[in-house]
């Protein structure tokens, strides 16, 4: 089926009406509905409805069942309702047989319409009404790396990249060029602003960067910009993948997220012409947040077993909770720009995560700096991988959790990070996570198998 023409669609959609939407849906062919929200994991889930339901389901009266998606409720208070946002309203850029798609981006309500406690988008939501109510906006900018694999017989995903270039690189080396051009194409028809795409460092890895904008913005784009991604590189016979390290010996894939706060449009809070390095207090007391609440945090920014096996020395991903103007060791990095630009980078966080809870646990640890008022360590200029022990203790270098399990139990310790999420999300996130480490450590790995079988 040919794809739907979008080059009259609004480009902003504020304000918009149930109304209007339906006329655009009328407008522009559009069959199915598609009620996007994610789960507890971060896994795009959806309800899709056809025509004749468009208007119920851009009123909020489509129910689903809560207690078959992870993490949301028990089989006793199943029934769950999707409230659409509508200014995230967006026709999907291909035809499908079966017709034009939209999709539109949920909430998770409970019955009675109030807000779901296990919503996570609810809890950025919660966090941003927080920031606004101390006089400021989160902007944020997501680099979602990931990796493009062949398939094998029967379509079953495998390792084998699809490529051997590295970082930088052009076709006929880099072959995912028109794989990422289709990728981008499709964004910028959805109202992404991209700005650039690459090849990155290991073989068959990829990154395209887009505008950061508001964090709940930031968040939405990250949920849609994996699936436009699975989705594409499935149609060319490919399997797209954000698992943070899913080859031994080479790099991860990496989430870097870039962060200011703003008091107002062009206002941004980080800068400080007049102080050292032009960073604000604001500034350096949100990094100092962000450093003593890593490793609270490390379970939802790094939520996978596998994430721990990207952090570890020798290949860029970071382990070292400390910070630095342009070394690329600690975890904390301040980029060049100034101005409306001055921003923070945090470099732990991996692609595997819930982009909602991973956005709320990091402002919320920001806050809890700038409230607080912290005074930041001294940043760490010398590259941290060769420097001895004392001069890891001076300059108040810890490190991130080794393991899933680790993490776990720093975030059952910190109590910004829990009361951020709050006492639903937080119990179903280590209940779930607790279970992932206990099926991990009843599993013989052929590693195992090869290292002791015949010795002992």
Known sequence: M???DLSEFPADLSGATRGDLLQLAERFGVDFLRLQFTDILGVNKNVEVPRSQFAKALDGEIIFDGSSIEGFVRIEESDMLLKPDLATFRILPYGDEGGHVARVLCDIQTPDGEPFDGC?????KRQLDRARGLGFSMM??????????????GGVPTTTTHDDASYFDLGPVDKGEEIRRVIIEQLVRMG????????EVARGQHEIDFRYADA?????????????????AARFGYMASFMPKPIEGINGSGMHTHQSLFRGPGDNAFYDPKAEHQLSAIALSYIEGLLQHA???????????????????????????????????????????????????????????NPYLALTVQLAAGLD?????????????????????????????DELPRDLHEALEQLEKDDVVKDALGP?????????????VEEYNRHVSSWEIERYLGSY
Not at 192 to 199: L, P, Q, S, W
Not at 217 to 231: C, H, M, Y
Not at 313 to 335: H, K, Q, T
Request: overall charge positive.
């Open 369 to 397: 700096g700038v409230q607080r008022k912290l005074e930041v360590r001294e940043p760490v200029s010398r590259n941290i991988f060769t420097m001895s022990y004392r001069d890891r203790r001076k300059y108040r270098i």
């Open 140 to 153: 944020a900018g997501c680099e979602a790396e990931f990796f493009l694999f062949e398939r094998g017989e």
């Open 295 to 353: 490793r609270g945090f490390c379970a939802i920014t790094n939520p996978l077993i596998n994430s721990y096996k990207r952090l570890v020395p020798g290949y860029e991903a970071p382990i070292n909770v400390a910070w630095s103007m342009r070394n690329r060791s600690p975890l904390v990095r301040i980029p060049d720009r100034r101005g409306t630009g001055t921003r923070c980078e945090l470099r732990m966080p991996d692609p595997s995560a």
């Open 216 to 232: 709940l913005t930031t968040a939405d784009n990250l949920a849609t910009f994996r699936f436009v991604v699975r989705n594409v």
């Open 120 to 124: 996570p988008r609810t809890a950025l």
């Open 424 to 436: 639903h999300l937080t119990e179903r996130f280590l209940e779930a996570k607790r279970k992932e």
């Open 2 to 4: 040919p794809r739907p």
């Open 192 to 199: 992404f602003e991209v700005e650039a795409a690459h090849h």
